[in-house]
């Protein structure tokens, strides 16, 4: 095909189509819509460039360049040298050991080693396969004791307590545990008598005095200087129309009827109180609590009786199954006062959606407070002279035993010891 091309001076070159055929000019070679080979300078064409995260280009005069963009983060490692791109060997690492492992570094490796201590007596083996300890060899020696006998048989230790044969020991050894029966063992009082089989003293009595007398009294006649021997009197002591001798607030010696000497506290100051307890509580099977805790006082006196007064504060409630018997509940203080609660018949039906569903029951409540006969100990029972009566608090029933629960709530008791 004819490129078209009319005269020489146009810039139609009149010559076969060749695709590969390239001139190093300022011109551009083209091929028309014609087929004919057509120049254009190079400048008549306009180049645009994209620069990207990486790479950063520039097109000036129709030089197009490019370089590498490196992250200005600290600690980037990367570098750009005459020769090309550049990142350094990494640096060195420090180790540091423990008190149980040691390590080393050697070029690029790092191995590491148990510190095994080297203590007598250590057990710990490095073997080539891994640690290792022996097997126990530890030997263990028993010795007994006036109370207990040891007894090692194989790594198994075994101990019994050693009960002793004297006669009169109540200690037993039953499956559960030691054992001592109520009422088999005995103590002493507060002044180191002994006390009658059963009885407990949990706490002695504060301030309790015997009576004062002193054998010298100073005359009442003047100058008051006297001093007058008084032998001791046989009993009985004085009654009620006998005259005794006193002295008032100033000192001086009168006398006066045993009647108008009304009574002595011997406890005055400090009674005998057993403290507040918020709750005590009794269920079958159990028909007692025990003595819970208890008190004692010994008459000084030498030939009459002393008697306690005071107050007691409680709420006794008391439960009682369907039953042909009766329950009794007494929640007594011995000796002193007792709450008592007798339950003789029952009602019907029983509490719903309780223990007591399908069961007559009834229930009882004895309360000791304010004023109530309950509460005031009024002149107990005497102690006779030279005597010590103990005080047990405790709860005990009788009759019927399927009552349902007993309870005493907030029961506390304070009282004196006077001599008529």
Same mark, same amino acid.
């Given at each position: 095909?004819?490129?078209?091309?009319?005269?020489?001076?146009?810039?139609?070159?009149?010559?076969?189509?060749?695709?590969?055929?390239?001139?190093?000019?300022?011109?551009?070679?083209?091929?028309?819509?014609?087929?004919?080979?057509?120049?254009?300078?190079?400048?008549?064409?306009?180049?645009?460039?994209?620069?990207?995260?990486?790479?950063?280009?520039?097109?000036?005069?129709?030089?197009?360049? %490019?370089?590498?963009?490196? +992250?200005?983060? #600290?600690?980037?490692?990367? =570098? &750009? !040298?005459? /020769? @090309? $791109?550049? *990142?350094?060997?990494?640096?060195?690492?420090?180790?540091?050991?423990?008190?149980?492992?040691?390590?080393?570094?050697?070029?690029?490796?790092?191995?590491?080693?148990?510190?095994?201590?080297?203590?007598?007596?250590?057990?710990?083996?490095?073997?080539?396969?891994?640690?290792?300890?022996?097997?126990?060899?530890?030997?263990?020696?028993?010795?007994?004791?006036?109370?207990?006998?040891?007894?090692?048989?194989?790594?198994?230790?075994? %101990?019994?307590?050693?009960? +002793?044969?004297? #006669?009169?020991?109540?200690? =037993? &050894? !039953?499956? /559960? @545990? $030691?054992? *001592?029966?109520?009422?088999?063992?005995?103590?002493?009082?507060?002044?180191?008598?002994?006390?009658?089989?059963?009885?407990?003293?949990?706490?002695?009595?504060?301030?309790?005095?015997?009576?004062?007398?002193?054998?010298?009294?100073?005359?009442?006649?003047?100058?008051?200087?006297?001093?007058?021997?008084?032998?001791?009197?046989?009993?009985?002591?004085?009654?009620?129309?006998?005259?005794?001798?006193?002295?008032?607030?100033?000192?001086?010696?009168?006398?006066?009827?045993?009647?108008?000497?009304?009574?002595?506290?011997?406890?005055?100051?400090?009674?005998? *109180?057993?403290?507040?307890?918020?709750?005590?509580?009794?269920?079958?099977?159990?028909?007692?609590?025990?003595?819970?805790?208890?008190?004692?006082?010994?008459?000084?006196?030498?030939?009459?009786?002393?008697?306690?007064?005071?107050?007691?504060?409680?709420?006794?409630?008391?439960?009682?199954?369907?039953?042909?018997?009766?329950?009794?509940?007494?929640?007594?203080?011995?000796?002193?006062?007792?709450?008592?609660?007798?339950?003789?018949?029952?009602?019907?039906?029983?509490?719903?959606?309780?223990?007591?569903?399908?069961?007559?029951?009834?229930?009882?409540?004895?309360?000791?407070?304010?004023?109530?006969?309950?509460?005031?100990?009024?002149?107990?029972?005497?102690?006779?002279?030279?005597?010590?009566?103990?005080?047990?608090?405790?709860?005990?029933?009788?009759?019927?035993?399927?009552?349902?629960?007993?309870?005493?709530?907030?029961?506390?008791?304070?009282?004196?010891?006077?001599?008529?």
């Amino acid at each position: 095909m004819s490129c078209g091309c009319q005269t020489t001076s146009s810039n139609c070159v009149r010559e076969p189509f060749n695709a590969n055929f390239v001139r190093p000019l300022t011109y551009i070679r083209g091929v028309d819509a014609n087929g004919c080979v057509s120049y254009a300078p190079a400048t008549s064409f306009n180049l645009s460039v994209q620069d990207t995260s990486t790479i950063d280009l520039t097109l000036t005069s129709g030089v197009l360049s %490019a370089q590498v963009v490196v +992250s200005p983060n #600290a600690g980037n490692a990367l =570098q &750009v !040298l005459p /020769n @090309g $791109l550049f *990142v350094p060997a990494p640096s060195s690492i420090a180790v540091q050991d423990t008190t149980s492992i040691d390590l080393t570094l050697t070029g690029g490796v790092l191995s590491a080693s148990v510190i095994i201590s080297p203590n007598a007596g250590n057990q710990l083996q490095l073997l080539p396969n891994g640690l290792y300890v022996a097997p126990s060899t530890f030997s263990l020696t028993v010795t007994d004791t006036n109370t207990v006998d040891l007894n090692l048989a194989g790594n198994n230790l075994t %101990a019994n307590v050693i009960v +002793s044969p004297n #006669a009169g020991n109540a200690l =037993q &050894v !039953l499956p /559960n @545990g $030691l054992y *001592v029966s109520p009422g088999a063992y005995s103590l002493s009082d507060c002044a180191g008598n002994p006390l009658p089989v059963g009885t407990q003293v949990l706490t002695c009595p504060t301030g309790v005095l015997s009576l004062n007398i002193n054998d010298q009294l100073i005359a009442s006649n003047p100058p008051g200087t006297d001093l007058r021997v008084l032998l001791p009197k046989n009993c009985p002591e004085p009654a009620n129309n006998d005259y005794i001798i006193i002295a008032d607030n100033a000192g001086n010696v009168r006398y006066t009827r045993m009647r108008e000497a009304v009574f002595h506290n011997l406890t005055a100051g400090s009674p005998i *109180v057993f403290p507040n307890l918020p709750l005590v509580t009794l269920q079958p099977p159990n028909t007692s609590t025990g003595i819970i805790d208890s008190a004692s006082f010994t008459n000084p006196r030498i030939c009459f009786g002393v008697f306690v007064k005071g107050v007691v504060n409680a709420l006794l409630q008391h439960s009682f199954n369907e039953n042909n018997n009766a329950s009794f509940v007494n929640a007594q203080i011995s000796n002193l006062r007792s709450l008592l609660s007798s339950i003789l018949n029952y009602n019907t039906p029983g509490i719903t959606n309780t223990p007591l569903t399908s069961h007559s029951w009834r229930n009882q409540s004895i309360s000791a407070s304010v004023f109530s006969a309950e509460r005031i100990v009024d002149l107990g029972i005497g102690i006779l002279p030279g005597a010590t009566t103990t005080f047990n608090r405790e709860v005990v029933t009788s009759g019927a035993t399927n009552f349902y629960y007993v309870t005493v709530e907030n029961w506390s008791v304070s009282f004196s010891v006077i001599a008529l």
